[in-house]
């Protein structure tokens, strides 16, 4: 007889969790006591904690399920808008590599960052890069689409890009620094107090907040100008403005939880597997489960000024040609920019990984043993 789906579901062993006290300090989560994975678990592990309840399981399916929406927002754009020679659609298609790219990415760290300390870091390095990628999609469609009429071909407009490529730069450094310092200079080469406690953890949570905060303000500079300040003529007023208004409250909100670790910090313990900072800062930055959030608004803006102001801005505009990508101006387009971005994001992310995979010369063969983490005994 063949096997009843219940049957099947429990021969299924499903990995063990933990609680803080049983796992590396590493690992740690503010104000979360339970639901830690085995900081050692096998990619097999990983992949089948995403079907029991642990403290990264809505974390891990509010990155992946809104991933396939901007998958399929992505090809409707290149197959139906015909990408390839509509130039004007490049920004846009961007955007949606960039968003597509930051959760994917996401998606991954979330999922495999318990197999060992070293991966842990690694993941969210990458983590980091794709963050940064997506601001840059982010500043390059503001660019194409939602800079104000009267800043358009202004010296602002001419160095907009180049300078988020430059942020994107620092902010992918002072993220991954945060998490261990300088690459060979402030890391442990002792393999076993490689990943100490970290002494200012304060400090590092600020250098994350401020890595992500400035690339998000300057990135926003043409919206908030737009929404809060302009007045009169060439202030692109539309109706596309309410979807700014909200994406950027939305943002704040963002801001504000990662920040301050609410409503967890008010309850430690009572919200470790569900309702965490964590998982209302992923409902409130994408769409999953009927959640509209920043993600969201955001592309409904960026498409909306798309067409709203296409024939204004193919007439006044810069235009976005292969050509100028590929040319002298490689910075102030689409693809020049993007490609310069994540191979120097690529590099420093190689950079901070490096010396976690250094092992350093044996000392002796006397050498003692080294002590049992006090997670295994437990």
Same mark, same amino acid.
């Given at each position: 007889?063949? &096997? =009843?789906?219940?049957? +099947?579901?429990?021969?299924?062993?499903?990995?063990?969790? !933990?609680?803080?006290?049983?796992?590396? *300090?590493?690992?740690?989560?503010?104000?979360?006591?339970?639901?830690?994975?085995?900081?050692?678990?096998?990619?097999?592990?990983?992949?089948?904690?995403?079907?029991?309840?642990?403290?990264?399981?809505?974390?891990?399916?509010?990155?992946?399920?809104?991933?396939?929406?901007?998958?399929?927002?992505?090809?409707?754009?290149?197959? +139906? =808008?015909?990408?390839?020679?509509?130039?004007?659609?490049?920004?846009?298609?961007?955007?949606? @590599?960039?968003?597509?790219?930051?959760?994917?990415?996401?998606?991954?760290?979330?999922?495999?960052?318990?197999?060992?300390?070293?991966?842990?870091?690694?993941?969210? !390095?990458?983590?980091?890069?794709?963050?940064?990628?997506?601001? &840059?999609?982010?500043?390059?469609?503001?660019?194409?689409?939602?800079?104000?009429?009267?800043? @358009?071909?202004?010296?602002?407009?001419?160095?907009?890009?180049?300078?988020?490529?430059?942020?994107?730069?620092?902010?992918?450094?002072?993220?991954?620094?945060?998490?261990?310092?300088?690459?060979?200079?402030?890391?442990?080469?002792?393999?076993?107090?490689?990943?100490?406690?970290?002494?200012?953890?304060?400090?590092?949570?600020? &250098?994350?907040?401020?890595?992500?905060? !400035?690339?998000?303000?300057?990135?926003?500079?043409?919206?908030?100008?737009?929404?809060? +300040?302009?007045?009169?003529?060439?202030?692109?007023?539309?109706?596309?403005?309410?979807?700014?208004?909200?994406?950027?409250?939305?943002?704040?909100?963002?801001?504000?939880?990662?920040?301050?670790?609410?409503?967890?910090?008010?309850?430690?313990?009572?919200?470790?597997?569900?309702?965490?900072?964590?998982?209302?800062?992923?409902?409130?930055?994408?769409?999953?489960? *009927?959640?509209?959030?920043? +993600?969201?608004?955001?592309?409904?803006?960026?498409?909306?000024?798309?067409?709203?102001?296409?024939?204004?801005?193919?007439?006044?505009?810069?235009? @976005?040609?292969?050509?100028?990508?590929?040319?002298?101006?490689?910075?102030?387009?689409?693809?020049?920019?993007?490609?310069?971005? @994540?191979?120097?994001?690529?590099?420093?992310?190689?950079?901070?990984?490096?010396? &976690?995979?250094?092992?350093?010369?044996?000392?002796?063969?006397?050498?003692?043993?080294?002590?049992?983490?006090?997670?295994?005994?437990?």
């Amino acid at each position: 007889m063949p &096997l =009843q789906p219940s049957t +099947m579901l429990s021969l299924i062993k499903l990995p063990r969790v !933990f609680t803080i006290n049983q796992v590396p *300090k590493v690992f740690h989560e503010d104000s979360i006591i339970s639901g830690y994975r085995h900081p050692y678990s096998s990619a097999t592990d990983c992949v089948l904690s995403l079907f029991q309840l642990t403290n990264e399981t809505l974390n891990i399916w509010t990155h992946f399920l809104p991933t396939w929406y901007f998958l399929y927002k992505l090809l409707t754009v290149v197959l +139906m =808008q015909d990408a390839w020679r509509d130039a004007f659609t490049w920004p846009l298609l961007l955007f949606l @590599v960039s968003a597509c790219v930051y959760l994917l990415a996401s998606t991954c760290a979330h999922t495999f960052s318990s197999m060992s300390a070293r991966a842990r870091h690694v993941c969210f !390095f990458f983590d980091y890069g794709a963050l940064s990628f997506y601001s &840059l999609g982010s500043a390059i469609s503001y660019s194409a689409y939602v800079i104000p009429d009267k800043w @358009v071909n202004s010296t602002f407009h001419l160095y907009y890009i180049p300078i988020a490529v430059f942020n994107t730069i620092i902010c992918t450094a002072l993220a991954c620094y945060s998490r261990l310092g300088l690459p060979f200079l402030q890391y442990n080469h002792d393999t076993i107090k490689r990943f100490p406690e970290c002494q200012r953890p304060k400090f590092g949570k600020a &250098l994350r907040i401020l890595a992500f905060a !400035f690339p998000y303000m300057f990135d926003n500079i043409p919206v908030f100008y737009r929404i809060f +300040m302009c007045a009169g003529e060439g202030c692109t007023g539309n109706e596309t403005n309410a979807l700014h208004y909200r994406h950027t409250a939305l943002a704040f909100l963002t801001g504000f939880l990662f920040a301050t670790h609410l409503p967890e910090r008010l309850a430690p313990g009572c919200f470790d597997y569900i309702g965490h900072s964590h998982q209302l800062l992923e409902r409130g930055k994408m769409i999953g489960m *009927k959640i509209y959030g920043k +993600m969201h608004f955001q592309m409904q803006a960026i498409e909306l000024d798309m067409a709203l102001r296409r024939q204004w801005l193919e007439a006044h505009a810069p235009p @976005v040609t292969f050509a100028n990508t590929l040319g002298a101006a490689l910075l102030a387009n689409t693809l020049g920019a993007a490609l310069l971005s @994540v191979s120097l994001s690529l590099c420093i992310i190689y950079a901070f990984r490096l010396p &976690l995979y250094w092992t350093p010369p044996r000392k002796s063969k006397r050498s003692k043993r080294p002590k049992t983490p006090a997670w295994v005994s437990n």
